[in-house]
């Protein structure tokens, strides 16, 4: 993959949700299928089952990294979770939050609140820069990190 960033932001514009296009993006190369990836974050999307919870494209971008790591030993779970800090930091810092509802400014979990979102074209205006950050970051850290 040439470009993860804009392979992720492209994959976000056909219709993905955020958590499916960060994690897809990036699964391929580190050993899992496409087809696979793209139905394990599937229920990520909304902030966790359009939850307004922890970002999609946070929590793709987070199963990324996991996937790139071997976490079956103590330090190698410690590893992972200082990588995943890391992360969460990076984006905290540009975006001032991890969590959909904040980011969005709508309570999703709510029909009304969903449809407000919908309405106000907030998803087109932040969603495909959140998927441009987590995809950005996610490329960093797996290339500092291994």
Known sequence: ????????????????????????TFAPALGLDETAALRLAS?????IGRSGNVCGAVTGGLMALGLGRDASTPEGKESTYLLAE???RR????HGTILCHVLLGYDIS?????????????FKEICPFVVRTAAEMTAILLAEKG
């Open 91 to 94: 984006f905290r810092e540009k």
């Open 110 to 122: 709510a029909p009304e609140g969903l449809a407000a979102a919908r309405g106000s074209g907030r």
């Open 86 to 88: 890391e992360f969460i």
């Open 1 to 24: 993959m040439d470009n993860p960033v804009e392979h992720a932001s492209a994959r976000f514009a056909q219709g993905l949700n955020c958590a499916q296009a960060v994690f897809a």
């Open 43 to 47: 229920p990520l999307g909304g902030g």
